[in-house]
């Protein structure tokens, strides 16, 4: 009745398919591939509780005050160091959720055209459609964005932007080669638009040689906006992620942060700032790899056990994802419920392409459950899809 109230950016935002999904990823009688969240065994929780004591005693000044819209200075520059670029060419972010919604708010009239993958990571579709966007879907395939496609899709739609996770994309675990990143950036110049480089799984890798260097690492032109975050490798309740680009555009998102939070929790910046500072990040990265490398090897045994010759998956070389490609048939959406009474819970693939393909697809995550469950889980979700 109130929607009259409503803006257009309103009408237009979607909420989220998987969210949806929380009732049954959150019954612990069901075992769990549906989630995206890390597991909390990875959190470094003992030593936040006392980095937190320690800033709320000695540094309430800064810990508990508002602090700078760009983020905590030697954090700005602990990232900046990571990334190769100069700190002003930094803004810390509340996750890099907010760092999509900035850059949609900043760059995006309702109209405009935002390229993504087939699939894509919904919380950046989200944020693009709130700003009335109309979104172009690329194809990829095991090697990544397919390059044909991106040009096609530039020359008739004219994109402003291309938004693209190339390592260990969320939901399809793919690793985008590093000639593809080139050609990729190829075609921006060439069709001149943006690139919003995503970047939440790089730590993440389990096998040797996996190449994950980023397509900023060779943007000579200012085209890139990559996007980290301290989620998946500390934990996503300490709100921080970053976008590292041209210092034109960080000017222009602190101005439009400004007017959304005035500055990220400073509570969380300092005890990520203190933790980067003390030199614990590297062992913890270490720790998380070795956590998930053994539960990624668990599940894609258990497919090989269930689904040979059924159907094809990722390897999930990184990240937290395998995605599964059933026979064509297949909509695994209308599987869930089946699935769930069967005790097994998965996200189906379709909301994940914005050309409404990909019915027979469905997104795994290896994070969440033990490996017996792990094993117990594949097993079951291969009866539901017997049926
Ligand atoms: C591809 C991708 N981007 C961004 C995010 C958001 O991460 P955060 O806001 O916690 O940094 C996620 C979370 O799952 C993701 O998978």
Redesign the pocket.
């Known amino acids: 009745m109130l929607e009259r109230f409503l803006s257009r950016d309103a009408q237009s935002s979607r909420p989220s398919a998987i969210r949806a999904l929380a009732k049954w990823i959150n019954d612990p009688n069901v075992i769990s591939f549906a989630g995206?969240?890390p597991n909390p065994e990875t959190f470094p929780a003992e030593q936040f509780a006392e980095i937190a004591a320690r800033v709320l005693r000695e540094r309430r000044q800064i810990s508990l005050q508002y602090g700078p819209t760009r983020g905590l200075p030697r954090l700005c520059e602990f990232v900046a160091a990571r990334c190769k670029v100069s700190p002003e060419q930094v803004i810390l972010t509340?996750?890099?959720?907010?760092?999509?919604d900035l850059i949609a708010h900043t760059l995006i009239d309702a109209g405009d055209v935002v390229a993504v993958e087939l699939p894509t990571?919904i919380?950046?579709t989200s944020s693009f459609y709130a700003r009335s966007a109309r979104l172009a879907g690329v194809k990829q395939d095991d090697e990544g964005i397919v390059p044909e496609s991106l040009a096609e899709v530039a020359r008739a739609k004219k994109p402003k932007l291309l938004y693209v996770?190339p390592n260990f994309?969320?939901p399809s675990g793919r690793l985008m080669s590093q000639r593809r990143r080139d050609r990729v950036l190829e075609i921006a110049r060439e069709h001149d638009f943006l690139i919003i480089e995503?970047d939440?799984?790089g730590e993440l890798v389990y096998v040797s040689g996996a190449d994950t260097r980023s397509i900023q690492s060779r943007d000579r032109d200012g085209r890139v906006l990559y996007?980290g975050?301290?989620?998946?490798v500390l934990a996503?309740g300490v709100?921080?992620?970053w976008i590292a680009g041209p210092k034109e555009l960080i000017d222009r998102f602190e101005i439009a942060k400004q007017a959304a939070d005035l500055c990220s929790g400073m509570l969380d910046q300092s005890i990520i700032d203190e933790y980067c500072a003390a030199g614990e990040l590297p062992a913890q990265i270490e720790r998380v790899r070795a956590f998930y490398r053994q539960k990624r090897a668990v599940m894609i045994d258990a497919l090989d056990k269930n689904f040979a010759r059924r159907a094809e998956w990722t390897s999930a070389d990184g990240g937290l994802f395998t995605f599964v490609t059933l026979h064509d048939d297949i909509d695994t959406a209308s599987r869930v419920e089946q699935s769930v009474k069967n005790g097994v819970a998965f996200v189906p693939g379709a909301p994940f392409f914005v050309d409404g393909s990909g019915r027979n697809t469905m997104r795994l995550t290896f994070a969440k459950e033990a490996d017996e469950r792990i094993r117990d889980g594949v097993a079951r979700l291969a009866m539901s899809f017997r049926a």
């Open positions: 995206g969240s509340t996750g890099s959720q907010q760092a999509l990571y919380g950046g996770i994309q969320n995503d939440p799984y996007l975050t301290f989620s998946k996503p709100r921080c992620g």
